[in-house]
């Protein structure tokens, strides 16, 4: 059963994601509470923060087919959104860089979901006064259009859209997003060829990037082997750096953009 739940979602086969894929049959819910709460019980959420600002974004405003299940799902144009529990480490990973007020970078956003369950953490409740922000990048236009009709399915999407806590842009997110540098967190929801020196130049000190790198082992030299792995990247108040290599994934490509 392992086995073919491991093909179907073309996961990797570390540990932590075969207890993931085994837990997705339970997480699954009929609403998005019942998926938030699942995943909340099942240990794949562990903070209360995180748990809140899930619940406070419908997945099924995002996520085309079956929004309740923990699993990721085709959105078009090669992109898939994430399954949730993805999202939920994504978040607790960057959690001490996520307070309101921050200002955030999520690149590959997509379907749009991540940046919105960021922006509720950055910017307190619905109708509060934090200063917090969000910048989401995607190199396809028809995916940042999407994003953008996404949010605007809920009233307080189209507030943060209309207030500017949320902009989603099209550009090349290997090159960060320079004019709202420097970011206290910065999110790559696909995976990089290499560390890319600009996103950790454009990280606030202290900051945290969070990234999956295709087999890198230092972040520059490439590890046989092949396989992605999250690397989480902290620029300490002093300005210096530290690396480390988390978990292994499984994201797609972050590539050129497709030529028109
Ligand atoms: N967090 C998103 C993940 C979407 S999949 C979600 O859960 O919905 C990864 C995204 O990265 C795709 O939308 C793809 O278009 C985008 N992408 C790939 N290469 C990119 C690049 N160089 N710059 C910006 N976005 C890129």
Redesign the pocket.
Known sequence: MLSRLTRKFQASTSRRQVRALTMAWYCTGSTNNELIENLFKAGLIKNERVKEAMIGVDRAHYAPSRPYSDSPQP?G?G????APHM?GHACEYLIEYLEPGSRVLD?????G??THVLANLVTGAPGSQEKGQVIG????PE?VALAQSNMNKSEHGRELQVSGQVRLITA???LGWKENAPYDAIHV??AAEKLHPVLIEQLRAPGRLFIPVESESNGSALEAGGGQYIWVVDKHADGSVHKEKVFQVSY?P??DAPQP
């Open positions: 959105i144009h992109a898939t959104i994430s999202h690149i590959g956003s997509g379907s979901y991540l990048i995607d190199h396809i995916l090349d997110g290997r929801g696909a797609v972050l590539t």
